[in-house]
């Protein structure tokens, strides 16, 4: 079974300045990815960033990157230059790749990132 | 090209009542999904499908029915609703991909209030 833990449940952040959400995993499979998820505040579920076990570089989108540490099981979110429009519930999710199974995603209980003008 | 929908957006049931949540897709993805999301809390999986005609149960699927007779829909049912069932919807759907990521693209949700 997945777990994924999220420790912050609240973070703040001035505009333009960057910022990191923890991501910590729990699992014993050794293929797995990661997803980061963006909720803003009108409640869709927006795709930012994926991270497989096997891959060897951090995974980047933009403004968002993913610092994967796999030793320590961690998996946080950087955003650079945070904007207004950041401001959001942001989720950590896994799934274990087996071959031929549906992709469930286990989700953490999120942080709410708040961007400061 | 809309990608996930779903209908409704926004239901009130008194308990004991039965409804049905319609997910759509014009991705033609294979793999399609039911999560609730409870106030505080991340997206827990109810049911899910691998194909057409093809349905297992997730982490929490007491008290729901999920049906998919076509590759685009995936319906969820609720035959007696309870107050417990009160929470927010999201349906999800990606597809079958020989590496490693299969991203799960979301409806937009639908509020379900059980009184």
């Known amino acids: 079974a997945q777990k994924i833990t999220q420790t912050q449940p609240g973070m703040f952040v001035q505009e333009k300045e960057a910022v990191t959400l923890d991501c910590t995993y729990d699992?014993?499979?050794?293929?797995?990815?990661l997803f980061w998820y963006k909720q803003p505040s009108s409640g869709e579920m927006i795709f930012l960033i994926y991270?497989?076990?096997?891959?060897?570089q951090n995974a980047t989108e933009g403004r968002y990157s993913l610092n994967f540490q796999k030793a320590r099981k961690s998996a946080n979110l950087v955003i650079s230059a945070s904007q207004l429009g950041d401001s959001a519930m942001y989720f950590c999710?896994?799934?274990?790749?087996?071959?031929?199974?549906?992709?469930?995603?286990?989700f953490g209980s999120g942080t709410q990132l708040t961007v400061l003008p | 090209n809309a990608g996930v929908t779903q209908t409704p957006k926004f239901r009130v049931l008194k308990t004991g009542q039965s409804m049905t949540l319609l997910c759509a897709q014009d991705?033609?993805?294979?793999?399609m999904y039911w999560y609730r999301q409870d106030p505080g809390m991340g997206l827990r999986l109810i049911h899910y499908?691998?194909?057409?005609?093809?349905?297992a149960k997730g982490e929490v699927p007491d008290g729901y029915n999920v049906s998919r007779l076509k590759k685009q829909n995936f319906l969820l049912g609720l035959e007696s609703a309870a107050p417990s069932q009160t929470s927010v919807y999201f349906c999800?759907?990606?597809?079958?991909?020989?590496?490693?990521?299969?991203?799960?693209?979301f409806g937009p949700g639908t509020r379900l209030l059980v009184l």
């Open positions: 499908s691998v194909g057409e005609g093809t349905t």
């Open positions: 991705m033609n993805h294979e793999y």
């Open positions: 991270q497989g076990s096997y891959d060897q």
């Open positions: 699992t014993s499979d050794p293929s797995y990815g």
């Open positions: 999710a896994s799934f274990s790749a087996y071959v031929g199974s549906a992709r469930q995603l286990t």
């Open positions: 999800a759907s990606s597809s079958l991909n020989t590496g490693m990521q299969e991203t799960q693209y």
